[in-house]
């Protein structure tokens, strides 16, 4: 990172926290009864789950996926690479996936076409965030926090070579 690159602010804590809280009563709502299998996808997602998961009031059980489709570069690659694969049967559960960002939509487009190989009873998707400008893949995203402009973001998870994951504010940077 250069020193000429600065960090604005695009959502302050208090703006996600009510999105976040929006979210958490939609799915109430659709899955208080079902016993829900939350998967996230690692590593940008654990702020957002971790917040979400806690403004959830009923039973439901929680799993990762590491993804990658990026190196180190801020472009995708387009081939979606998964470093840590799903360990939990997925067959007959109700299966949500929680994503930070959707951009191009190849890596949950990747996700949600696995998961339907195995046979969950439902399937869908929650992102906290979603770039529609850049999409690739066709996505239908049933739980949307936030629509964001064609920046590239960085905190509350999100980061830049492995920097900012730590900023309680989503941030977008700027040469
Ligand atoms: P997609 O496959 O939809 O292009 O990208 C999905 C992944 O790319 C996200 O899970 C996230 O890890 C990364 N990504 C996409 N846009 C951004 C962004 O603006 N900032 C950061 N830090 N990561 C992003
Ligand atoms: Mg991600």
Redesign the pocket.
Known sequence: MDSQTRLHRLFTRAEIESAVNRLASEITGDYRDKNPLIIG?L???FVFLADLVRKLDFPLEIEFVR?S??GSG?Q?SGK?KVVQGLRAAVRDRHVLVA????????????LLDYLKKKKAASLRLCALTD?PS?R?VP?TIDYLGLT?PD????GYG???DEK?RNLPDIC?LEE
Do not use: H
């Not at 951009?103 to 487009?109: H, L, M, Q, S």
């Not at 920046?151 to 960085?154: H, R, Y």
């Open positions: 996808i590593k940008g997602s993804l489709s990026y801020r995708t979606v994503e930070d960002i959707v951009d191009t939509g190849i890596t949950v487009a990747y770039k850049r690739r996505v964001v920046k590239f973001l960085v999100l980061d830049s900012y977008y």
